[in-house]
């Protein structure tokens, strides 16, 4: 199931330019955005140290996450 997530994750960030942001119901819908980003960041991390197979780590994903700080 991991890997599915991973993937999911990385095809958001691709077809969007980024990560998926937070949204609330509330007057304020950027409010958890970097939240959010910071948790898929997490979740990616997490698969890179186990060691997560199938995933294009060099081409695809690092280059996602490099993509979000700059």
Do not use: S
């Amino acid at each position: 199931m991991g890997k599915h997530l991973v993937e999911g994750l990385c095809g958001l960030a691709k077809k969007y330019g980024e990560f998926p942001t937070g949204y609330t119901m509330d007057e304020c819908a950027t409010r958890f955005d970097d939240q959010a980003i910071g948790l898929a960041h997490h979740v990616l991390g997490d698969a890179f140290y186990r060691k997560m197979t199938g995933i294009d780590w060099k081409n695809v994903v690092l280059p996602l996450m490099k993509h979000t700080f700059e």
